[in-house]
């Protein structure tokens, strides 16, 4: 069970490392402009093939992310589940399983609150659909 929990804690934590921010060529440097609107402004002139904004792209991502990190929790509750099954009248599985769900719920309040707040920012302070 460790090796799944470690496995899956490599994936997210891979997962979350492509949100990171880019640095963009300008072609005679990075860009040096107007603070985070003019750095905006400047992402949104480069043509990508894609008609959304970059406040939009990076929301997208960031939903995707947490997606994921609901459907995994949803994983290791059923397979807290299987642990109760198998483990039959062991107690000590029987813990083991319980462990498992309550930590599960725990990190699924905190997707949904982070969700929440990626809704919030997105919406109200930075302005994206």
Known sequence: MKHIILSLTCVSALLLTVAQPVLA????GFYSG??????????N?????????????????LFGVLTFMGIIAVLMIVIAGIYLIVGGADEQQRDKAKKIVLYTVIGLLII???GA???????????AT
């Open 34 to 43: 107007e603070g985070v609107e003019g750095g905006i402004d400047q992402a």
């Open 112 to 114: 949904l609150l982070a």
């Open 25 to 28: 060529d300008n072609g005679g």
């Open 117 to 127: 707040m990626v809704q919030f920012v997105a919406t109200e302070i930075v302005g």
């Open 45 to 61: 002139a480069f043509e990508t093939g894609g008609g959304t904004d970059v406040r939009e792209t990076l929301t997208n991502i």
